[in-house]
């Protein structure tokens, strides 16, 4: 077995899971030392490449975490709710460092993922990507600079198969842009227009989402005033992004102590 850092992927059948496992065993900074699949699974007991249909890769698939967990450094985690903060406790209990990238909690959900933070290293994003973490302090700057009578809407666009909206991201530049208003997103969030509306409300700011095809994940965060508007757009055309994003992560998380962080700590930012 090599030296690099064990990193269990969970929901390793899903979009993100197998992009997760392709990136990690083509990086030559960690090894791929688990895959955990939800208990009935298909692919449960069975080696993860004959699974992915590639030559055998020594790893069973399973539905035990725990064990799974005790044998890893790190777990990167992109499958659900409920599932995340299951999965949150029993990394505590490893002392894995919890890479999140699930999106769609409720407000409970966040509250209830700290606890387990208090003994092993959680970070949690709505997005791992360079480029949409970069948005996001651009779009804190441009709030911060614009006053209320430009009205902040932000429009996302994802696959067919996305079940949660707004997105994780849409959320995250809308956190941006209240932060940068110096209000609470949670008081001024309006989504899901449909019928007489009335007129926008002064300050309130707007999530729009689309959903169609195979759409990887599209951001715009539109500022509009009388006379003009400014658009700052992230277009992500692969998964990998957000796939090297978390696996970047995961080993920053090896050298700190146990607490929340996101990416904008992960990067600097
Ligand atoms: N933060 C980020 O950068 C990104 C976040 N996401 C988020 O990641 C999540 C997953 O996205 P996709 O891979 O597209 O979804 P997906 O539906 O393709 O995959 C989810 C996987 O999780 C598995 N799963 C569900 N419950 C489980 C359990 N209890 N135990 C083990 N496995 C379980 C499912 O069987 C499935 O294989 C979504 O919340 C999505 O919004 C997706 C892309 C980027
Ligand atoms: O479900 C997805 O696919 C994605 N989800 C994340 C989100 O909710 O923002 C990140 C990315 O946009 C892809």
Request: net charge neutral.
């Amino acid at each position: 077995m090599s030296d690099l850092p064990g990193i269990v992927v969970t929901g390793v059948s899903g979009r993100m899971g197998r992009m997760l496992t392709e990136v990690i065993t083509a990086s030559g900074k960690a090894r791929l030392a688990g895959a955990v699949e939800r208990s009935g699974h298909a692919w449960i007991g069975r080696d993860l490449g004959t699974c992915l249909g590639t030559a055998p890769m020594g790893v069973t698939v399973t539905d035990d975490p725990l064990t799974a967990f005790a044998g890893a450094k790190a777990v990167i985690d992109f499958t659900a709710p409920a599932a995340t903060l299951a999965f949150s406790k029993i990394a505590a209990q490893a002392r894995c460092v919890h890479v999140i990238g699930t999106t769609g909690f409720e407000k409970e959900q966040i509250e209830a993922l700290a606890p387990a933070a208090r003994h092993c290293t959680q970070i949690r994003a709505g997005n791992m990507s360079l480029g949409v973490n970069l948005l996001t302090v651009l779009t804190r700057k441009v709030a911060e600079a614009l006053d209320a009578e430009w009205d902040v809407e932000i429009v996302e666009a994802h696959h067919n198969r996305k079940v949660d909206a707004p997105s994780g991201t849409a959320l995250m530049l809308g956190e941006a842009a209240a932060a940068g208003r110096g209000i609470s997103l949670e008081e001024n969030r309006e989504s899901g227009r449909d019928g007489i509306t009335g007129a926008r409300k002064p300050g309130a700011i707007g999530f729009s989402s689309i959903r169609g095809g195979d759409i990887v994940g599209e951001h715009d965060v539109i500022f509009a005033t009388a006379g003009e508007r400014i658009v700052l757009r992230h277009i992500a055309t692969d998964r990998a992004i957000f796939a090297r994003g978390a696996l970047k992560a995961a080993l920053w998380g090896l050298d700190r102590k146990p607490g929340q962080y996101d990416m904008m700590d992960v990067l600097g930012l």
